[in-house]
């Protein structure tokens, strides 16, 4: 079972888009740009007045976001390089 979509532009008989099928993707382009920005500015504004006393909470989000099998691949990633550069002091 094939799961590609077929493009209108694949076809043989396609002869382009018309100026109305243009304009409507240019204008849901745009929204979609648009939405995003707005999306993206409620989101800075939100983190930048919640101050330092939610940088516990910014931690917890992303921790929370990791699954168990990510933060320990970390932890042993940034433990091999802390134990690489005590064993290189005390040499």
Known sequence: ???????????D?????TLDEL??????????????????RTNFRNARHAGP???????????GALSYIDIAI???KVGSKVLKTVRRIRS
């Open 1 to 11: 079972m094939s799961t590609k979509k077929e493009m209108p532009h694949e076809k």
């Open 13 to 17: 008989e396609w002869k382009g888009y």
């Open 23 to 40: 304009r409507y993707m240019r204008a849901y382009a745009a929204a979609r740009i648009e939405i995003n920005r707005d999306r993206l």
């Open 53 to 63: 006393k939610s940088i516990g909470g910014v931690v917890g989000r992303v921790l």
């Open 74 to 76: 970390m932890s042993f």
